[in-house]
């Protein structure tokens, strides 16, 4: 079934440093997304990528899309301790409604 | 505050009983939807809903019971509880356009003994 895989599953960095996490998919997309989940919380949604985009920026965040390879990735500039949380990316399955989320990649910001 | 409102945050069953986890959202979002996140299994969908009086199965919807009567609303029902049903569930709406993303609640932990 279509459903995102996260790449690496944990990575550990410095604060400042950038941290890069991937997602590659098997079929055609019409959007893809990402969230993030602190620790005994809820999901929060980060960013919507839809399949027509290349690139897109929120803050210190960015997200890029190549369809051609069926990848994305996402990129947390100038890390924080407060960036510790683990990232998911979802993308609908098929035609359908139902969106699948991969399973994450847990991000530690060492202080 | 806006949002979705899950209750309770906390809950123990034993074996066989039956409850029903509460989701309550207030944006008017059309789409809901409820997932259980198990460690190294990430999030599955269970049951999901496009609208009041609509609903359809998920990935995991064996065991689990939901309806919508209105907009605001969707329950999740555990008709016999069991063990493998330990799980933090979480609810989830967004508008009907799937250029949205999903604004989550923050889950009720289930322990089913």
């Known amino acids: 079934s279509q459903q995102g895989e996260e790449d690496p599953q944990a990575l550990s960095i410095q604060e400042g440093e950038n941290a890069t996490m991937n997602c590659s998919y098997k079929t055609s997309i019409n959007n893809l997304q990402w969230y993030r989940q602190n620790s005994g919380r809820g999901l929060v949604h980060l960013i919507l990528?839809?399949?027509?985009?290349r690139e897109k920026h929120s803050g210190r965040l960015r997200v890029t899309l190549d369809t051609s390879k069926k990848s994305s990735s996402l990129l947390i500039t100038a890390s924080r301790a407060a960036d510790t949380a683990s990232y998911f990316c979802a993308l609908f399955q098929g035609g359908s409604e139902k969106l699948v989320f991969g399973k994450g990649t847990k991000l530690t910001v060492n202080p | 505050n806006a949002g979705v409102t899950q209750t309770p945050k906390f809950q123990v069953l034993k074996t066989g009983q039956s409850m029903t986890l509460q989701c309550a959202q207030d944006?008017?979002?059309?789409?809901m939807s409820w997932y259980r996140q198990d460690p190294g299994m990430g999030l599955r969908l269970i049951h999901y809903?496009?609208?009041?009086?609509?609903?359809d199965q998920g990935e995991v919807p064996n065991g689990y019971n939901v309806s919508r009567s209105t907009t605001e609303d969707f329950p999740l029902r555990l008709l016999s509880a069991a063990p493998s049903q330990t799980s933090v569930y979480f609810c989830?709406?967004?508008?009907?356009?799937?250029?949205?993303?999903?604004?989550f609640g923050s889950g009720t932990r289930l322990t089913v003994v």
């Open positions: 989830a709406s967004r508008p009907l356009d799937r250029g949205h993303g999903y604004t």
């Open positions: 809903s496009v609208g009041a009086g609509i609903t």
């Open positions: 944006m008017n979002h059309e789409y």
């Open positions: 990528i839809r399949s027509n985009e």
